[in-house]
């Protein structure tokens, strides 16, 4: 089955810097790439998500990218604040429909530090 | 908008008792997930449905776990007896037949 590795498990970034986090992923039949943001106590909420025909995908400050070659894609938050603070997942599965498992990541906390 | 609903919020139970989870998609969602999440790991998938048909169920313990969507919308996940493994966080979530997954409020499940 798929198995999805993130990194790192936890990164502290002063406001206004760059946040980056990655995730490997090992079936290559996963196409489809979300982005889930999870605040304490609450529920994990889409943030972005990729699928294997393009290559990046851009939402205001939050980006994602993704290398099917090498089987990895990223995070890319620039310009953080306070309230990006959170638990960050990534997840992989084959995509088109929606069948198919959706796998997870161990998950990144984000602490955006005034 | 619409979301998932999922109720209790927060369970507390003895071990060997028997729980229950309340799971009320999205509207017009067909597909319907539960996940179990525990603290400082990704959500992992205990049983998906496609209406009222279970299609994977490969990670749900069948010993203790049952769930079921009985009409095909709101479904129920059942623990007896609970073991203090259980403790952790039960998502649902539901997708309209795409990729996407929208993520209910879970129940936190505390087994003392």
């Known amino acids: 089955g798929e198995n999805v590795e993130q990194h790192p498990s936890t990164l502290s970034v002063q406001e206004g810097d760059s946040a980056v986090i990655k995730c490997t992923y090992s079936?290559?039949?996963?196409?489809?790439f979300p982005w889930y943001k999870q605040e304490l106590g609450k529920r994990p909420q889409l943030i972005i998500d990729?699928?294997?025909?393009?290559g990046e995908k851009k939402d205001q400050r939050i980006a994602v990218t993704l290398n099917k070659t090498a089987k990895h894609f990223s995070l890319h938050i620039t310009e953080t604040q306070p309230e990006d603070s959170a638990v960050y997942f990534c997840?992989?599965?084959?995509?088109?429909?929606?069948?198919?498992?959706?796998?997870f990541g161990q998950g990144t906390i984000l602490t955006v530090h005034p | 908008e619409a979301e998932v609903a999922q109720s209790p919020r927060y369970k507390i139970t003895e071990k060997s008792q028997a729980v229950a989870f309340w799971c009320d998609p999205i509207s017009g969602h067909a597909t319907l997930y539960w996940y179990r999440q525990i603290l400082g790991q990704g959500p992992e998938l205990l049983v998906q449905?496609?209406?009222?048909?279970?299609?994977?169920d490969s990670q749900l313990p069948k010993d203790r776990f049952s769930a079921e969507r009985l009409k095909g919308v709101d479904s129920t996940l059942k623990i007896q007896p609970a073991e203090l493994g259980d403790s952790a966080m039960y998502l649902c979530?539901?997708?309209?037949?795409?990729?996407?997954?929208?993520f209910g409020p879970g129940t936190r499940l505390t087994v003392l």
């Open positions: 079936d290559s039949a996963s196409n489809y």
């Open positions: 990729i699928r294997s025909n393009v």
């Open positions: 979530a539901s997708s309209s037949g795409t990729d996407t997954q929208y």
């Open positions: 449905f496609q209406d009222e048909s279970v299609v994977d």
């Open positions: 997840a992989a599965k084959p995509g088109g429909t929606s069948y198919g498992k959706l796998t």
